[in-house]
């Protein structure tokens, strides 16, 4: 069954700092994708960056980037030169491709405060 | 373009009655999906729909929930004897196919309280 971990409740980062934000994931199904969405106080969810588990090079969206782990099943999000409007809940989520379901799992998130 | 839109926003119930949300995906999106989202809890999937009929309906916890999509367009979750667990806020999203690369587009939500 696919599931997906991200182990850090909560992250504190220094404005214009650098930030990883963990996910491990777990599945059977050789094809599947990996997404990462921003939640604000605001509610709604907004996309950042996907990764197709075919995919060899490490995506990257601007300040996004995801540290793509194939053999460790990790999928960590990195955001570089944070800016307050980055605090908000992150999201991890995963799609399996093949094995005939079509839920996207989501993570439990992890809440990211940037610091002035 | 119009985003996914959901209504109410806001929908204040008292146990054991009936509610229906409803959700305007983007124009042209195929697949249209149900979450739903507890407190410090990620979305949860409910339902996923590719046009008109429901593909996928593994999340539905219970009979009591139900999602219809008629033509293909606008989606209705129907929730009937609400109980005080169903307090949640309930998310759509669509996207442009049902293909497992697909960014989702998510609306706003609709707040769910039962009393």
């Known amino acids: 069954a696919q599931k997906i971990t991200q182990t850090q409740p909560g992250m504190f980062v220094q404005e214009k700092e650098a930030v990883t934000l963990d996910c491990t994931y777990d599945t059977s199904d050789q094809s599947y994708g990996l997404f990462w969405y921003k939640q604000p106080s605001s509610g709604e969810m907004i996309f950042l960056i996907y990764?197709?588990?075919?995919?060899?090079q490490n995506a990257t969206e601007g300040r996004y980037s995801l540290n793509f782990q194939k053999a460790r099943k990790s999928a960590n999000l990195v955001i570089s030169a944070s800016q307050l409007g980055d605090s908000a809940m992150y999201f991890c989520a995963m799609r399996e491709a093949t094995s005939g379901t079509y839920k996207y799992i989501f993570g439990t998130g992890t809440r990211l405060k940037v610091l002035a | 373009g119009a985003g996914v839109s959901q209504t109410p926003s806001n929908k204040v119930t008292e146990k054991g009655k009936y509610v229906e949300l409803r959700c305007d995906p983007i124009?042209?999106?195929?697949?249209l999906y149900w979450y739903r989202q507890s407190l410090g809890q990620g979305p949860e999937f409910l339902i996923y729909f590719q046009g008109t009929g429901a593909a996928d309906d593994s999340g539905l916890p219970n009979d009591r929930f139900f999602a219809v999509r008629p033509e293909g367009s606008v989606s209705t979750l129907k929730i009937q004897r609400t109980e005080r667990g169903d307090s949640a806020v309930y998310l759509c999203?669509?996207?442009?196919?049902?293909?497992?690369?697909?960014?989702?587009?998510f609306g706003p939500g609709t707040r769910l309280t039962v009393l």
């Open positions: 124009s042209g999106h195929t697949a």
């Open positions: 999203a669509s996207s442009p196919t049902g293909g497992p690369y697909n960014e989702q587009f």
């Open positions: 990764q197709g588990s075919y995919d060899e």
